[in-house]
């Protein structure tokens, strides 16, 4: 299961080069999400074209449970001793 807490538990059986490319990939994805640079030009126009309540939600809450995503990878990077990466 893709359960953070097994993950973490787990962390040290994992595959040291399989945790950094997921860990990339899951910058650029929610980068994208949360209007990191380079990829910040996709928030203006996803916000300006949604209505009000969707927009509100677009760049109130997205961008925290991106960020909170990017937190727990990175969890799981530090219990498998990558944290420096």
């Not at 309540?53 to 909170?68: D, E, K, M, T, Y």
Request: with cysteine; aromatic share 6%; glycine share 6%.
């Amino acid at each position: 299961e893709l359960i953070v807490a097994n993950l973490i538990a787990h962390a040290k059986q994992l595959e040291p080069n399989w945790l950094q490319a997921a860990f990339i990939f899951t910058i650029v994805g929610y980068g994208v999400k949360m209007g990191l640079a380079p990829m910040h030009s996709v928030l203006p126009d996803a916000d300006s074209e949604a209505p009000s309540a969707v927009a509100a939600l677009l760049s109130g809450a997205l961008p925290n449970c991106a960020l909170l995503a990017i937190l727990r990878c990175h969890q799981v990077l530090a219990a498998a001793g990558l944290e420096s990466f």
